[in-house]
């Protein structure tokens, strides 16, 4: 079974911020990788699929990239309602999850 | 508008047996893959389970694998799952997910809000 760790697993930065969120596959799993945002008390929301591509509605400040093994989401420019935790995922495996907090 | 909503979550004792099940509205539910997702209290997310648009592909996560059973009825546009043999490791909010398309991408394109499934004596 394939493993997924995030890193960090917790980030604190500020409003206008770079984020970068790194997600890595204990084996080649080619593109195959997607990214969740979950705020407090919601249901996951998809960001990112087939690891760059922009889920339809979401902001065009998230942008994921990798093959293979590592792949990273980032934020260009961090906003108050990106604030959550962030989740990789590839078939039946979810990361551990990384937490945007606000510093 | 896609809604899922999920029910069936209670408070059960160790050994016990629950029925949850996704209401599927605004979707074409025949032509998506289906799939539990668990999240224990302050924890992250876990995959329980997965079904293809016929039903007739069904994956389980090894930590629930003999214990629960999904399933669907496309007429009726829902969702099951059939918990048995409860323990406390099962406590958790259950989201229901449809796959993001109806070539079966084994992404979560859509969740309901979740039920709570809490196992205590």
């Known amino acids: 079974d394939i493993q997924l760790t995030q890193s960090p697993s917790f980030l604190s930065a500020s409003v206008g911020d770079r984020v970068t969120i790194t997600c890595r596959a204990s084996q080649g799993i080619s593109s195959y990788l997607a990214w969740y945002q979950q705020k407090p008390g919601k249901a996951p929301k998809l960001l990112i699929y087939a690891a760059s591509t922009l889920q339809s509605g979401v902001p065009s400040r998230f942008s994921g990239s990798g093959a293979g093994t590592e792949f990273t989401l980032t934020i260009s420019s961090l906003q108050p309602e990106d604030f959550a935790t962030y989740y990789c995922q590839q078939l039946e495996a979810f990361g551990p999850g990384t937490k945007v907090d606000i510093k | 508008e896609v809604q899922l909503v999920e029910s069936g979550g209670d408070l059960v004792q160790p050994g016990g047996s629950l029925r949850l099940s996704c209401a599927a509205s605004?979707?074409?539910?025949?032509?998506?893959?289906m799939n539990w997702v668990r999240q224990a209290p302050g924890k992250g997310l876990e995959w329980v389970s997965f079904i293809s648009s016929s039903g007739y592909t069904i994956y389980y996560a090894n930590s629930v694998k003999g214990r629960f059973t999904i399933s669907r009825d496309n007429a009726k546009n829902t969702l099951f799952l059939q918990m048995n043999s409860l323990t406390a490791d099962d406590t958790a909010l259950y989201y229901c997910?449809?796959?993001?398309?109806?070539?079966?991408?084994?992404?979560?394109?859509?969740w309901g809000q979740g039920t709570l499934v809490t196992v205590s004596s």
């Open positions: 997910a449809s796959d993001r398309s109806v070539s079966g991408s084994r992404t979560y394109g859509y």
């Open positions: 605004g979707l074409m539910f025949s032509g998506y893959d």
